[in-house]
């Protein structure tokens, strides 16, 4: 628990409100007791607010107070309240284990850092070196000549595969799977396939975040880069060779094809797709459902081909009038059939 005394100097908010109050964790408006934090982000909400237990609610200072209530105000409640929410984060382990379990298998050439979690029935092969400080969940495989960075957080059932090298910070969620092989084959005369061989590997920098189920394949002969502080949602399919910028945000279900680049701070809308071999500048905007099937520069995009969000617009203003006109005219041609009929 946290006075709102200690939380307001934690947070750089204004407290108004019983400095003496004890906070123990957050919780919506709806649902926060009178122990918890909550906060208002949106006025549509203010009515939650007026009813909210919250023992305590961050506001910014526009928002209108009510009497006998506990606030932290500051410019950015979002914030704030993001803040709380890290304090509280951090008393909570990921796990009740604490070291190596004695079930984890690891390749006697193997090097451990100090501090390291390895939760049961992890396989940790040959020449793979883990850095200080960093935690791997239960059913984690990791390949031969893998090496992982230091506070780093790979959770249960990720499979790592040879060569990867996963940087410091970085966190993968469950179901991951980096370094599988490329989506790479000859069209044989006979119809049939053969495999291409993918000897390259993936490099995942600094302060990434890997979503849940989501593959990465390494390269045909290099690398296929996650540039420092880019974060990548749930179902994402990322090809090899490809190369993502830095703090480049992707969403859920998107698929990039082989040997794409993409540019630092884009933004990646749902189950967008990109295919093979194009460029996106950095700060590109892509919106859900994008098809990007040529080179993009700075600038807001949607639709499939992705084209100029404001010519998207237009486009689609002038097709719903157009409908709406065609409407009318279809109603005038029945009623001139009608009295043509009653001649």
Do not use: W
Request: proline content about 1%; glycine content about 8%.
């Amino acid at each position: 628990m946290i006075t709102l005394k200690k939380l307001a100097s934690l947070t750089s908010s204004k407290l108004i409100g019983d400095a003496n109050f004890k906070i123990s964790g957050v919780n919506s408006l709806d649902e926060a007791s009178n122990s918890e934090a909550s906060f208002l982000a949106n006025t549509r909400y203010f009515d939650s607010m007026l009813k909210s237990k919250a023992g305590v609610i961050c506001v910014d200072k526009d928002t209108k107070l009510e009497q006998n209530k506990n606030y932290l105000v500051s410019d950015d409640a979002s914030k704030t309240f993001q803040e709380i929410i890290i304090f509280f984060s951090k008393e909570d382990k990921l796990s009740g284990f604490e070291a190596i379990h004695k079930s984890a298998v690891i390749h006697k050439s193997a090097k451990i850092g100090k501090d390291v979690v390895i939760l049961p029935n992890s396989v940790i092969d040959e020449r793979v070196d883990i850095a200080d400080g960093t935690f791997i969940g239960s059913g984690v495989y990791i390949g031969p000549n893998s090496s992982i960075g230091k506070e780093t957080i790979i959770h249960s059932n990720v499979t790592i595969r040879k060569f990867s090298i996963i940087k410091d910070r970085v966190i993968i969620q469950s179901g991951a799977i980096i370094g599988s092989c490329g989506f790479g084959y000859l069209h044989q005369k006979d119809g049939s396939f053969k495999k291409l061989e993918q000897v390259g590997n993936v490099i995942i920098e600094d302060d990434v975040e890997i979503g849940a189920n989501s593959c990465i394949d390494r390269a045909r002969f290099k690398s296929t880069i996650i540039k420092k502080g880019t974060k990548i949602d749930n179902l994402v399919q990322i090809a090899h060779n490809v190369e993502i910028g830095k703090n480049t945000a992707i969403a859920a279900q998107t698929g990039i094809a082989g040997s794409s680049k993409i540019g630092d701070f884009v933004i990646m809308g749902g189950q967008v797709g990109v295919t093979g071999h194009v460029e996106i500048a950095s700060f590109v905007q892509l919106a859900t459902r994008s098809g990007v099937s040529k080179n993009l520069k700075k600038g807001k995009f949607r639709g499939s081909p992705a084209i100029d969000l404001n010519d998207y617009n237009r486009q689609f203003i002038t097709y719903k009038n157009l409908s709406k006109t065609l409407k009318k005219l279809e109603d005038k041609l029945s009623t001139l059939e009608e009295k043509t009929k009653n001649l």
